[in-house]
């Protein structure tokens, strides 16, 4: 990447972008400044055509991001609130949305925007040792960074609230019984795990992906009679591309298909 962090440590190596968040004194916390440069690389991350996958991590074994940065956060005003919603909102979206795949490698402490940044990823991975919770209704406020929406979505509304409501923290097998991550690995093992998934993507078609990723966030909000719509047009898509050749032609010849995302 061309630009120095101040926040975050990001690497570049066989077509994964590993981005660790990198605020150890306060336990990754999101401050603006980590906001605002997670948007500037996201945005360079779009454009970088050798970056197939990305995953996002935390330094150190306590903490993947202990939440938004609550001294930065203590004096805000009503407009300020809403500005620094918006300004995360849009970060956030920018990561759901961006048409390679995410993977959260949650390595400790997810809490309040932390939790929030994993859920905005595709799919979370965690160490044992990870602890999840909403606790924003104990600092008397509402989570801000998409919380009450995508957590209804993933856990249902009933655990949502009840995690919304109360601020109770999670261990990491629990998150995994409720569905809010896909699966639990020992600390040493996480960011292995974390590659391994997303290795496993990359065996794929990176066109098929993104247009998988597209329909699931496009569709999963609308009716079912609107998403189906979009699938047909993603699915009709696919067979303008070389990979859908590569990949029927492969099968029918008996060998692994070489996958170019065109
Ligand atoms: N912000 C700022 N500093 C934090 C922090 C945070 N969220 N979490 C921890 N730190 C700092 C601590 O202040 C401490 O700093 P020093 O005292 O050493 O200077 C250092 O990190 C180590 O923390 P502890 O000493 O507390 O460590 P412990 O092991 O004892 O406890 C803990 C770990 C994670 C249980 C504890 O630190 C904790 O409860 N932290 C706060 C967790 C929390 O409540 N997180 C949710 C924050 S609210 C919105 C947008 C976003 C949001 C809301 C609205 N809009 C735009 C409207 C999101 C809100 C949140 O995320």
Avoid at 60 to 71: E, N, P, R, T
Avoid at 90 to 109: D, Q, T, W
Wanted: with cysteine; proline share 3%; hydrophobic share 45%.
């Amino acid at each position: 990447m061309s630009v120095a962090y101040e926040t975050l440590l990001v690497e570049i190596s066989g077509g994964i972008c590993t981005v660790c968040l990198n605020r150890p004194q306060a336990l990754n916390a999101l401050n603006e400044t980590m906001i605002r440069e997670l948007d500037h690389l996201f945005d360079e991350l779009a454009a970088n055509d050798s970056v197939k996958a990305v995953i996002i991590t935390g330094s150190g074994l306590k903490s993947f991001a202990a939440g938004a940065d609550i001294a930065q956060m203590k004096d805000l005003s009503v407009e300020g609130g809403r500005k620094w919603a918006q300004l995360g909102q849009s970060v956030f979206r920018k990561i759901e949305n961006l048409p390679k795949p995410v993977v959260a490698a949650v390595n400790g402490f997810a809490l309040g925007g932390g939790c929030e940044l994993a859920m905005a990823c595709d799919i979370r991975i965690a160490s044992s040792q990870a602890k999840f919770a909403q606790p924003e209704v104990t600092l008397g406020i509402t989570p801000g960074y998409g919380g009450t929406q995508r957590l209804p979505r993933l856990v249902g509304k009933g655990r949502a609230k009840e995690l919304l409501f109360t601020g109770m923290m999670i261990d990491a097998a629990e998150a995994y019984r409720i569905g809010l991550v896909n699966q639990v690995t020992a600390p040493e093992e996480l960011l292995a795990a974390a590659a391994a998934m997303v290795e496993k993507i990359m065996k794929c078609s990176p066109f098929a992906v993104q247009m998988c990723k597209a329909a699931v966030n496009n569709g999963v909000d609308d009716e079912l009679d609107t998403g189906i719509v979009y699938e047909a047009e993603v699915f009709g898509l696919c067979f303008s591309t070389a990979d859908q050749k590569e990949g029927m032609a492969a099968f029918l010849e008996k060998r692994k298909a070489n996958f170019t995302g065109r």
